[in-house]
């Protein structure tokens, strides 16, 4: 069944799956997709003689999957317990730590075209900002980014002189702290924390990136991401709890 007759009946191949999500997603893989299919993320249908047919809601499920991984840095339990919340037509658990991720992602679309109820919105994940869009997108001065460049809070990701929304984040947190009198040179703390954090994480990954298996990028990737999401919760509990003293 050619890619236009899957499309009319509904049913995809794997192939044909990863062809649709590359160009939102271009470092998913067959691989990736199975290992979420083993962790009950999506549970397509098999065809008798064992081939995946994955339908128009495994697909919608897949780009929500891969949206809040790259967009919020989740882990699969907590984006398999929205998904639970979704399919069961019930509020979504609030996200770790409390509160709301900053930056909104997607909503599974049927193929009638409603939306599913979700904790989640469509994002603007591909942000590429100048020098100058982002000193006016963050309301902050050339000095202040200068010196956020400086201290290596902020550095470009998408070429010598774009930034993304990482770095649009920063620079209004940046903003609202220098309000308060805290300088980029005051915030190099973070950074250095922040430094041990992802080097902790990487050795305790480096045993998974190391392994041969087709799956074991996708549980590396996956172990990364709860590793941060219980990193931040922690940094944040320890300030909380010190201020409290």
Known sequence: MNGAASARSGSFSIGEVLARLRPEFPDVTISKIRFLEAEGLIEPQRAPSGYRKFGHEDVERLRFVLTAQRDHYLPLRVIKDHLDAIDQGLPPPALPGGGHAST????????????????????????????????????????LLEQLESYGLITPRHGRDHF??????????????????????????????????????????APLIRQRGLDSRARAEERTRELAALSVRLHALLVKSGLHR
């Open 164 to 205: 993304d929304e990482d770095a649009l984040e920063i620079a209004r947190i940046a903003g609202e702290l220098a309000g308060f009198g805290l300088e980029p040179r005051h915030l190099r703390a973070f950074r250095t924390a922040a430094d041990r954090e992802v080097g902790l994480i990487e050795q305790v990954v």
């Open 104 to 143: 909104p992602p997607p909503q599974i679309v049927g193929e009638d075209g409603q939306l599913a109820p979700s904790a989640f919105q469509q994002s603007g994940s591909d942000l590429r900002l100048n020098r100058a869009e982002l000193i006016e997108a963050g309301d902050i001065k050339a000095e």
